[in-house]
């Protein structure tokens, strides 16, 4: 057993290793690609440029407007003079937000009455509009406060300090809010998910179009023997890029890590146990390494999109959310995230290890037993 | 099974393979002799690779029984990988590992033991004429040297029993003949060899020959045998100008069978070739051509096999002819 799995390793091992290409495919391209993307996996909304139509052009307009791009949320980019100028700079994508002050609305304000203003927001964007809105808000927020605070001083002489409720926030694992942190790990997940995937459904279905399955189908190889082998190289490598891409996630993009990366490392390999057991899944019904190819992409793209990774699984429909629970992508995020950003460990993340093996263990069995060491 | 396995290295009683509807291989029942060079022949699609296939344990019978080295082929597959070599037209080592490694791969796989595996290794690249080129990448090599050394990891575990499908399609005749000097040398020390081919010549190095025809099994006997007894039809060897065109005339003449072109001469088949002969150069003058010599000779073959099948196909009837 040992002796025939040795040399089935040494042989996938040079066969992997010996291309210059393939190399490059493992070891360059992962980092590369946690670089690249991890800069533009950001959902912070910041800088939402913003246009200003101020008809009033009053002490109290110049304040709001101040108090918008003093936030930092919000860039003033122009000033518009006219009324179709609105509708320019929203149709033409130069800002996603304008701010429109009438005349008369310092005057509202001094004679104690309700002053109106405009905030008009680019809606095709949900997410950073629906952001913007909450900015916006409290910064008119911050703005009426203040003059009620004036207003009280100057009438009754009492300064007003105390507000009846204070709510005092504070985010716990990723203090800033800062999203990064939490997509940055997803990508090393995404990662892993491709290169394990992608070089495991091509590995077997490549050696039936060279035609060098036959000759491997006449020799006393095992089942499992051969399974193995075409496993473990990928594996060993699957380790070297989590290690490689946590490493820059790390070091590079200052993600914390809390955890004990002993626990990652266990979540790994039972990850990989699933991504592996997929690919070869995959080899073993394909007959031609494109059409393996397409099946794993045919995988991949939903694997993604119901994971968890971008949107979150409990705003899923119930039969959706189902549907996750057979994803390995979806149990291992909770666990580098957890592990990464929470510093969790067994005591708390067993229950998706245990899904990981599950899962896992189905698919290499599967695989296992889809191939057949006769052909026809 | 009535044949004892001890002398046999293969017996076939009735094997059968069907692929849905069509019947690949038709009830064969044969038996190879320790030590023969056994030669499968039979036109591309008449079920030589699936028998192969089958008895090498990579597809399974549909029907009948057979055994290989004393094996059965239904029920001990892995067992009969054990004790065969096997080589197929298509070139099967990794052209992404050198020589070396790819005989290291298969010595490990074959699980050669420790003290035979540098010898075997020696052996292999001596036989292969490889000694030089061990380090080299075996996609770089040329086609005869790869199959030679493909034959090397096939006998890496020394196998009683070696099939070989095709072995020499695609390599060059000279190649192709110090590969059978392999074969002769294999067979002289008791390996029994089971080869498919469509080259006549090589049917010719054969001790014996069976012929496969749409599946079924026509024609079984030494080269000889063959030439000699199998044969009902005569040949008449005509040489005359313009053979081509020659030919189309020659065709239609009563009493000939079929009509083929050999190089310049035109062959036919007859049941009586005396008394076509005369018959024959009279058709061929009064229609223009310049006739030399016409006369009888011995088949070769490459005659016998043509004229067995037309023979097939005229007992068979033309309705199948599309099936081939």
Redesign the interface.
């Known amino acids: 057993m040992f002796e025939r799995l040795y040399h089935m390793l040494v042989k996938e091992f040079i066969q992997v290793l010996r291309n210059p290409r393939m190399r490059a495919v493992l070891f360059v391209m992962p980092v590369a690609q946690i670089i690249i993307i991890g800069y533009a996996v950001n959902t912070d909304v910041r800088h939402v440029p913003m246009a200003v139509y101020d008809l009033d052009r009053t002490p109290a307009t110049r304040d709001l407007i101040a108090r918008f791009e003093g936030s930092g949320c919000f860039d003033v980019v122009r000033r518009i003079t006219s009324e179709p100028g609105i509708q320019k700079v929203l149709d033409s994508g130069e800002a996603k937000a304008v701010l429109r002050l009438n005349r008369g609305f310092a005057e509202a304000l001094s004679g104690g009455g309700t002053a109106q203003a405009q905030f008009l927001l680019d809606g095709s964007d949900s997410n950073t509009a629906s952001v913007a809105l909450t900015y916006a808000a409290r910064i008119s927020g911050d703005f009426n406060r203040s003059l009620l605070e004036q207003r009280f001083a100057r009438s009754a002489g009492v300064r007003l300090d105390a507000e009846p409720v204070t709510l005092a926030t504070r985010a716990w694992f990723n203090a800033n809010l800062d999203s990064r942190n939490y997509f940055v790990p997803g990508v090393l997940a995404m990662l892993v998910a491709v290169l394990s995937i992608i070089l495991s459904s091509m590995s077997i279905v490549r050696e039936r179009e060279v035609g060098t399955m036959e000759q491997i189908m006449v020799t006393p190889i095992g089942r499992l023997e051969f399974i193995l082998g075409k496993t473990i190289p990928f594996a060993v490598i699957g380790f070297a890029d989590v290690a490689l891409i946590a490493l820059i996630t790390v070091f590079w993009f200052k993600v914390p890590m809390l955890g004990f990366p002993p626990v990652l490392f266990l979540g790994t390999g039972l990850y990989l146990l699933s991504t592996l057991g997929v690919g070869l899944f995959i080899s073993t019904v394909s007959s031609t390494q494109q059409q393996a190819m397409m099946t794993a992409f045919f995988f991949m793209l939903p694997a993604f999109m119901l994971s968890g990774f971008v949107y979150p699984i409990a705003n899923m429909p119930k039969v959706v959310q189902l549907l996750t629970y057979l994803n390995p992508l979806r149990y291992y995020l909770v666990i580098i995230r957890g592990v990464f950003l929470k510093g969790l460990g067994l005591e708390v993340l067993w229950p998706q290890m245990l899904a990981l093996t599950a899962l896992g263990t189905l698919m290499l069995l599967l695989a296992a037993g889809r191939f057949r060491k006769t052909m026809g | 099974m009535n044949a004892a396995p001890g002398r046999f290295a293969v017996t076939l009683r009735d094997l059968e393979r069907r692929?849905g509807d069509f019947v690949a291989v038709n009830r064969i029942s044969l038996d190879v002799r320790q030590g023969e060079i056994f030669g499968f022949l039979g036109p591309n699609g008449a079920g030589k690779s699936t028998t192969i296939?089958m008895l090498?344990?990579?597809?399974?019978p549909s029907g009948g029984q057979g055994t290989v080295a004393g094996l059965d082929i239904r029920t001990q597959?892995?067992e009969i990988?054990?004790s065969?070599g096997?080589m197929?037209q298509?070139?099967?080592?990794?052209?992404?590992?050198t020589v070396e490694?790819n005989i290291?791969?298969?010595s490990?796989?074959?699980?050669v033991s420790k003290e035979k595996k540098a010898e075997r290794k020696t052996w292999v690249l001596d036989m292969a004429h490889l000694q030089e080129h061990r380090r080299t990448l075996t996609g770089l090599l040329p086609g005869g040297w790869k199959q030679r050394l493909s034959l090397g990891?096939a006998l890496l575990h020394e196998p009683r029993v070696l099939f070989l499908d095709e072995p020499t399609s695609g390599v060059d005749p000279l190649s192709r003949r110090s590969f059978w000097d392999l074969i002769y040398q294999l067979a002289g020390e008791g390996v029994t060899v089971f080869v498919t081919t469509h080259y006549m010549e090589e049917a010719e190095y054969c001790d014996r020959l069976g012929l496969i025809y749409r599946g079924e099994l026509v024609a079984l006997g030494t080269p000889g045998e063959m030439k000699g007894g199998l044969m009902t039809d005569q040949v008449l060897r005509v040489s005359c100008d313009r053979s081509h065109e020659a030919l189309g005339v020659a065709a239609t003449v009563d009493g000939v069978r079929d009509a083929a072109l050999f190089g310049r001469d035109i062959h036919l088949m007859t049941e009586d070739a005396e008394a076509l002969a005369p018959r024959l150069r009279q058709a061929l003058e009064a229609a223009g051509f310049q006739v030399g010599a016409v006369e009888r000779i011995t088949p070769s073959l490459e005659d016998v096999f043509v004229s067995l099948i037309e023979a097939r196909d005229r007992a068979d009837g033309a309705q199948k002819e599309f099936k081939a």
């Open positions: 692929f296939r090498c344990g990579l597809l399974e597959r892995e990988k054990r065969i096997y197929s298509k070139f099967s080592l990794y052209d992404d590992l490694e290291d791969f298969f490990g796989i074959y699980r990891c």
